[in-house]
């Protein structure tokens, strides 16, 4: 029989929000989706305080049961996941007649649930991780100095929910453990004090996690892990599982084909219902806290690409080297866009690391590609030139003309075209090295085989695929 967590799963798209479809919306967006349930007898809806920077912070109760939950998300500005599936979630407990309503009615009679959609507006603003304060609250749960933070101790201390759910995103370069895999999801049962001891609160949140990670290995084999549970002394997740409530953290990191987490805010909505579910039938104590431990820990294995065993000639010697290399989000348009910025982030033995993609280059001589003669005189010309003629000829670079160059400068930026443009920066003097940009080309037997343009791969024995990562500085 097909479980209830692939129902939810295959089901999804039915009550996925279409307001959010990306993950820099703002403030006002998510409040809009708040206002917009003001009136529904499903829910009461109050503010409960306000940024340093004076948004407001809403909160959404829902259910009438005995088991009470608290939930919130971007607690780091730029950790968004989450709040996209919150709303999902809301969807789906709103809706009715959809082959749900058992599981509906179960979750509405057994548990009452306090969500916190946005507890960092003003680092969501700005698609940050800390505060306006430049505060990272999750280290401020003793000093209180947000009062972002002070808002969540409050409520803790006076709802004191039975569970809490704190809703993260990681770097997508986490892998499952020593192994090619991404870390779709992580999590972590918060240890309360340095000796990681197991009281019946923090043993609940050990078999919270069994219950979703066993779920979860439907859909992401594999690609599950939970942190190190070192204590923190200063985090909320340690304090709040200290003072009392069962504390699941949930951590959404990266999925192949998934830069906006569309398919991670999927399983955000399969995990979190399903969690609730098991506290609503009375399941979850069935699980086995010692199976926590099978699930393998984070680890920073994992490139976005790695190019193996390149050959580097360097004054009459040459030598193999690997290369991890980073595509790094930068943010523009008011940080409700990104562009990426590719720099070589280790260099020589990575063998006991892994790439998101790799290059085998055994066999391959790694050079910096030529600066075409011709400069441009305006970025836009850079369409008019076909990149697989040039790159066949080790051209990687193109230059501005004076005139076209801006008199303030506009610093780093991007193209759509698959080169890297110059504006003021000089080209590398030699091949990539350690901290310098990801533009350069691999030949084989004198012929370019290869070509890397701000980090982003391009075989010239394949039909060319534009992948709208070029750089410009």
Known sequence: PISQAQRLHEAHATYREKALTQRRFKHKDVQALIQARQGNPLYQIT??????EGREISMIKVGRGPHTALLWTQMHGDEPTATMAIFDILNFL???NDGFDELRKQLLDSTTLYIVPMLNPDGAERYQRRTAQ?????RDALYLQTPEGRLLKELQQTLKPEYGFNLHDQSPRYSAGRSPKVATISFLATAYDYDRNINPVREKSMKMIVRMNRLLQQFIPGQVARYADDHEPRAFGDNIQKWGTTLILIESGGYQGDPEKQYIRKLNFVAILAGLAAVADGSLATENREDYYQIPENG????????RNATVKVRGKSYLTDLGINRNEVNYAGATKFFTQSKVEEYGDLSTHFGSEEIDARGYVMERGRVYPVPLQSISDAAKLDPLTLWKQGYTYLT???AATPRRNLGLYFTVQPFHVLRNALPPSAAPELGSSATFVLKKDGKVQFVVINGYVYDLSKPLVKKGNGIVE
């Open 47 to 52: 503010k409960v305080g306000e940024s340093f």
């Open 94 to 96: 709103e809706a009715n």
């Open 134 to 138: 430049g505060i990272d609250m999750n």
């Open 300 to 307: 920073r294995y994992l490139f976005d690409l790695l190019v």
């Open 400 to 402: 501005l003309a004076a």
